[in-house]
């Protein structure tokens, strides 16, 4: 897979080239066909070069707290809740089941951490170590919480298992990117605001990525829920 060098597009082009940098990761881990696999490689190298050498204007230091208090990923995970994961249809009436639970829980998780992290404002005096800390503990948490919930929910332990399974290399990732975000000269703002808003913005696209994903963690699992219950729905 090819390199990015995710600090050298935080210090030049901000959360664009980040959330670009993130794409370009994402496609390239889900195609297994080693040509295919090659030409994505390039053509990402290429668009990776061209953010390189593009002068950037996009750098904005005038976050408030406002923007922190109210910013978008809360109306994502309040629509996504309740408007979108409850419309959404699995392969059997069961699975359906399963993973609109699932997804709610781990919306209702994240919401709630992000909450609390953010109106506590202790991010506000915060060093760039302190503040990375704080994330990753922030993470922790909520990948425990929704597995906790998930699990006293009933919801079977290999939809848990491969949930985990695909979102650890991107919860990797995302870890990796707050640490670089946190250590940037170019999110250096008043009481932390913009790093903290940038940082909301790359865990809103972990969320859309785990989202868009589950469909086809749902259809990987064979066999291994035959049989079982939930809200009267019975796996065939």
Known sequence: MMKVDFSELIELYGFRGLFFGIIILFVTSIVKSKVVSEFFSKLGDKFIDWFLKKQS??????????????????????????????????????????????????????????????????????????????????????????????????????????MKEKNNDTIQLTIDLIGNVSNSAFYESTDNLLKVYSIMNIILSVLENAISNSESICNSINGQLSGLEMDGKKEP
């Open 57 to 162: 204007d996009d750098s904005d230091e005038s976050v408030q707290e406002s923007d922190i208090l109210n910013h978008d990923i809360f109306n994502y995970i309040d629509f996504w809740m309740y408007s979108k994961v409850p419309t959404f249809q699995f392969s059997t009436e069961y699975r359906t089941v399963v993973f609109r639970k699932y997804l709610s829980v781990y919306l209702k998780c994240y919401k709630k951490g992000l909450s609390d992290f953010v109106t506590s404002g202790d991010y506000k005096k915060m060093d760039q170590a302190e503040l990375w800390k704080s994330f990753l503990s922030m993470i922790n948490n909520i990948v425990w919480d929704y597995e906790r919930e998930a699990k006293a929910l009933g919801i079977p332990d290999i939809v848990i298992s491969k």
